[in-house]
Structure formats: structure tokens, C-alpha cells
């Protein structure tokens, strides 16, 4: 179990950059194909000739269990001001890091790493086809504790 | 009319919210009675969205709660009532529209006599139930149920009320009816229980597609496997807690059992749904 303290407190009772935009420019899903659990998230774009597309209001909504909420509250306040290379970056570092963490924990993480990943590829094809809907990215870590794990 | 709904939903649960901070006990008295009568003017104010057909939805914005004394949201709430008065102009039905100017006339002036009282325990974090004493581990998990399931019950209280809402078999309606105040007693429980640990929080925003549900019969199979889920949890939080406290464990169990019951009124509930062949 995530071990809680203060700063996780505070992410459950007032997660940061929850709900959604009235009008986003882009809104990606990720889902986890075992329970059906998935984050939705928002985004507000800005762009300049040439420069990376700029990440400039976030929202996430969940239909999960508290951490996935945590992971986004933690992820999308990183997210936040950020421009779409610094964005790969940072999902790059999420995902990497998801080994070292208890499965159901790294299921939370990536599930809102790849819906932020969704987003930012649904910006890029709606710039060829303005009414293509949300991509949905399934996630490939289990909630489930692996069989050989389970009397560890 | 959509905006009232918004707004007597937020003012509903920020009523809630400080019956739940409140320690007087003539102030958390009125407030939950406040936060009832709230509710109930939801529901009028959403069954007359549906008989006029405009489409709505349960998206709210977030609720600021952390306040050290009660004053400050008693003042919050007068001011969303007043707001919620003067939008209830746009209710067409005379005799709605009557009572809820009545109602909030009177809740909106009786909140602000109500005595101030420092509340600022309800954030404190600390973690503590009463006189309990918890390891980390266990403590851990209370809370994590806590934040867990004080959103579900809130979640099912608003399925169960847009189903009811959409439907018109007494049956259904019954068995729909029973979950809702079933979970409006979990929630209050729960919250109750927040607020004394230090750790109160409004329950997140629901997405639409949770109870804007394409198949009632899925989302009942769904259902009846999350109560099996939720009565594992408390059995698993009862055992935790059992050493430490028998006190909390005997609630969790009690919790638990009531589950059991909700679970066998889902598979009633469902199996109307197939002997009917609709997904009404």
C-alpha cells in the first residue's frame, strides 16, 4: 500500500487541475482494459510558428481509485506550462519509473502518463481531421498482483 | 435552470460539508437537515429539466471547504443560497418556484445565527479517531477507505438519483430509492469520520458517462461486483483495525453487512430489468 502522508492527504481532498475545459483543443483517454478504470485529460493549447505546441491549462477527470487521482493530480500539475517535447519528456520519465513501483500503484501512473500522451497525439491529428474523437491508450501494466507474486 | 441545478448541487454539498465540521450538536442538527432539504430541491429542480426535456448533467465546480471557523462557509453557503434565489426567477413551475424562495429565505438568514465555532480539526491531518490509537499501517488504510468510498457513496447516491429520476417503474424505483438513503448514510458515516480524523474533503466531480449509463443491466452486473468488492474492503479493514480497536472493526463489519443486503436488491433490481427486456 502507497505509504500516505500530508502531501498525499492533500492531493485526494483538493486534487490539483481536476475536472475538465469548456472547449479543450485536444482530450486523450487512457484506459486499463482489466477493470475498465480510465483518465480523461483536457487540454488548452497555444502554439507559435515553429515551436513546440504549449501546454497552457490542463484538467483531468478519473473513473478509478484514489491514487490513480493522486498520480493525476501530481502529473498534470508537472504538466501544466510545459511545452509537448518537455511533456514527452516527462511521460518518458513516468513511465520509466513505474518499475520500481507496486503494480497497482504503476497501473494508476501510466494509465494518466498515456492519457496525457492521447491528448497531445489527438492535438496533432486534429490539425488533419478536426472532428477525429479522443484517442483512447490502453495501458499495459495490471492492477492485479502477478500469480508469482502473490505469496510474496 | 441549468444553472440553478449547478449551484443548489454545490450549495447541497457545501451544507453537507459543514454539518460535518460542526461539533455543536444543534449546529450539525440544522445544517444536515439544511443539506437534506437541498437535495430534495435538486431533485424537484431536475425533475423539471426532464418534464420540459432540456438535457443536464451533474458537472458542478470544485467546493472550497478549508476554513478554520464555521462563520466562514455559514457566510459561503447564505451567499449561495441568495444566488440560488435569485436564479430560481427562471423556474416556470409557480409553485416550485414558491418554495424554494420560501426555503431559502429562511435557510440563508438562519445559517448566519447559527453560533461560530473554530472547525479547523476537520483539516488538521491528524489522523486521529476519538480516543484510538492506530499503527501507521492501520491508520493508513482508514484513510484510504475513507477518501475511497466517501466518493462512492456520493457517486451512488447520484447514479441511483439520475436512474430514479428517468424512470417510472415503482419497483425499480423502490429498490433505487433504498440505495440512495443507504448511501446517504455511508456518506455521512464516512465523512463524520473525515472530519474527526482531520482529513475532510468534497468528494471529486463525477464523469457523466458513470450515471448517464448506456446499459442499466451492465451497470448493475458492474454494481453488484464493486458492493462484493466494497464488502471485502471492509472485512479486510475490520481485520486490520480489529486488534487495535474492536470498537472500529464491530463498524466496519456492520458496514459490511449492510452491503450484503445492497448487493441482493441490485440482483433484484436486475433481474426486473431482464424480465422486462428494457433498459428504460
Known amino acids: 500500500m502507497v505509504d500516505i502522508d500530508g502531501e498525499i ?6 486534487p490539483k487541475n481536476y475536472g475538465s475545459l469548456d472547449n479543450p483543443d485536444a482530450i486523450g483517454i487512457g484506459e486499463n482494459p482489466d477493470n475498465g478504470e480510465k483518465v480523461i485529460i483536457y487540454l488548452d493549447v497555444v502554439e507559435s510558428d515553429g515551436e513546440s505546441p504549449f501546454i497552457e491549462d490542463i484538467k483531468f477527470q478519473a473513473i478509478g481509485c484514489m491514487t490513480t487521482v493522486v498520480a493525476g493530480s501530481i502529473i498534470t500539475g508537472e504538466a501544466k ?53 479522443a484517442l483512447v491508450y490502453k495501458i499495459e501494466q495490471s492492477c492485479m498482483p502477478k500469480e508469482e507474486d502473490k505469496d510474496i | 435552470m441549468k444553472e ?18 460542526a461539533k455543536n450538536g444543534e449546529t450539525k442538527h440544522i445544517l444536515y437537515e439544511f443539506s437534506d432539504i437541498l437535495f430534495r430541491h435538486f431533485t424537484w429542480i431536475e425533475n423539471d429539466l426532464i ?4 438535457e443536464y448533467d451533474y458537472d458542478r465546480d470544485n467546493i472550497p471547504i478549508k476554513v478554520t471557523h464555521l462563520k466562514i462557509i455559514l457566510e459561503n453557503i447564505s451567499s449561495r443560497m441568495n444566488d440560488i434565489e435569485l436564479l430560481s426567477i427562471n423556474c416556470d413551475d409557480d ?40 499503527g501507521k499501517e492501520a491508520t493508513d488504510s482508514l484513510t484510504l477507505f475513507l477518501f475511497e468510498e466517501s466518493y462512492k457513496e456520493y457517486e451512488l447516491i447520484m447514479i441511483y438519483n439520475y436512474l430514479k429520476a428517468h424512470s417510472s417503474d415503482a419497483f425499480l424505483n423502490r429498490i433505487f430509492q433504498i440505495m440512495i438513503d443507504e448511501s446517504f448514510f455511508h ?57 487495535e480497536s474492536p470498537e ?12 450484503s443486503y445492497h448487493i441482493e436488491l441490485m440482483k433484484e433490481a436486475l433481474q426486473h430489468y431482464k424480465m422486462k427486456g428494457t433498459n428504460e
Open chain 1, 9 to 14: 492527504i492533500e492531493h485526494m481532498a483538493n
Open chain 1, 81 to 133: 506550462g510545459i511545452d509537448f517535447d518537455t511533456a514527452d519528456e516527462l511521460i518518458a520519465v513516468t513511465l520509466g519509473m513505474l518499475e520500481n513501483v507496486p503494480p497497482e500503484s504503476a497501473a494508476c501512473s501510466e494509465m494518466v502518463a498515456v492519457a496525457l500522451k492521447a491528448a497531445m497525439d489527438t492535438y496533432y491529428e486534429k490539425k488533419n481531421n478536426p472532428d477525429i474523437p
Open chain 2, 4 to 21: 440553478l441545478l449547478k449551484n443548489t448541487h454545490e450549495a447541497w454539498l457545501a451544507t453537507l460539508m459543514a454539518a460535518f465540521m
Open chain 2, 51 to 54: 418534464k420540459r426535456g432540456v
Open chain 2, 95 to 134: 409553485a416550485l418556484r414558491h418554495r424554494l424562495e420560501s426555503d431559502l429565505k429562511y435557510m440563508k438568514e438562519r445559517v448566519l445565527r447559527l453560533d461560530d465555532e473554530d472547525v479547523s480539526s476537520a483539516f488538521s491531518v491528524n489522523r486521529k479517531y476519538k480516543d484510538i490509537e492506530l
Open chain 2, 187 to 243: 456518506l455521512r458515516s464516512f465523512g463524520q469520520m473525515m472530519s474527526d480524523m482531520g482529513i475532510l474533503g468534497v468528494p471529486r466531480v463525477l464523469h457523466k458517462s458513470l450515471y448517464k449509463v448506456e446499459s442499466v443491466t451492465e451497470f448493475l452486473v458492474n454494481g453488484i461486483e464493486e458492493e462484493e468488492s466494497a464488502k471485502e474492503q471492509c472485512k479486510e479493514l475490520s481485520d486490520a483495525v480489529a486488534k
Open chain 2, 248 to 259: 472500529l472493526a464491530e463498524f466496519f463489519d456492520f458496514i459490511n453487512y449492510q452491503e
